[in-house]
């Protein structure tokens, strides 16, 4: 059974701090995906990394993977009220269209 | 355009009865995705549409669940004799291949609630 872990399961930290957030799993992915979901509504999507080792930037959010494609990271630097939310990763299984998604971590950002 | 939608936003059954859920997913999306979320937790898969095909159906629970997809568009996802425990809420999403993975597209969920 395929599992992605993520650490930690709930973040508070105050504006302006920076702070990462893992995704780690034993198997291998063949993409791996970050989403954002706030209360009521689905996740969006915020980035799809491919390769292993492949980072990528959008805006305040850093992103990485794993050279081997077990694990990935989100990194914020100078975190706002607007980024509070549950953050999940999603791993694309080899072979197959099937996501497996982490257990989320819950960020939440004091002004 | 619009986005996916789902129905109804919230549902309460009793224990025992069906319940029916919808999705419309985007135009032009072949993939279709449904997933259960358990009290702001991670998604568990429960199924996956290419076109009108269920490649893979090995994430629903129980033979109590069933899901189909008509003319490339719109699913349903069936649960019989409801038990407390399918109180959740349950995503759908539309996916599209781009760059060497599906883009899924969420709905805002339908919140089931048994009684």
């Known amino acids: 059974t395929q599992l992605l872990e993520q650490s930690p399961q709930f973040l508070s930290i105050q504006e302006g701090e920076n702070l990462t957030v893992y995704c780690n799993s034993s198997?291998?992915?063949?993409?791996l995906q970050w989403y954002r979901q706030e209360p009521g509504e689905g996740p969006v999507l915020l980035v799809t990394?491919?390769?292993?080792?492949e980072v990528k930037k959008l805006k305040r959010l850093t992103f990485q993977f794993g050279d081997a494609r077990k694990d990935s990271s989100l990194h914020i630097t100078a975190a706002q009220p607007g980024d509070t939310g549950l953050y999940l990763c999603?791993?694309?299984?080899?072979?197959?269209?099937?996501?497996?998604f982490g257990t989320g971590t819950r960020l939440k950002v004091l002004a | 355009g619009a986005g996916v939608s789902q129905s109804p936003s919230n549902k309460v059954t009793e224990k025992g009865k069906d319940v029916e859920l919808r999705c419309d997913p985007i135009?032009?999306?072949?993939?279709l995705y449904w997933y259960r979320q358990s009290l702001g937790q991670g998604l568990e898969f429960l199924i996956y549409?290419?076109?009108?095909?269920?490649?893979?159906k090995s994430g629903l629970p129980s033979d109590r669940f069933s899901a189909e997809r008509t003319g490339g568009s719109v699913s349903t996802l069936t649960i019989q004799r409801t038990q407390q425990e399918d109180s959740a809420v349950y995503l759908c999403?539309?996916?599209?291949?781009?760059?060497?993975?599906?883009?899924?597209?969420f709905g805002p969920g339908t919140r089931l609630t048994v009684t």
């Open positions: 990394v491919v390769t292993g080792g």
């Open positions: 198997s291998v992915f063949s993409s």
């Open positions: 999603a791993g694309e299984s080899v072979g197959t269209y099937k996501y497996i």
């Open positions: 999403a539309s996916s599209i291949r781009t760059s060497g993975s599906y883009e899924q597209y």
């Open positions: 549409f290419q076109g009108n095909s269920a490649p893979d």
């Open positions: 135009s032009g999306h072949t993939a």
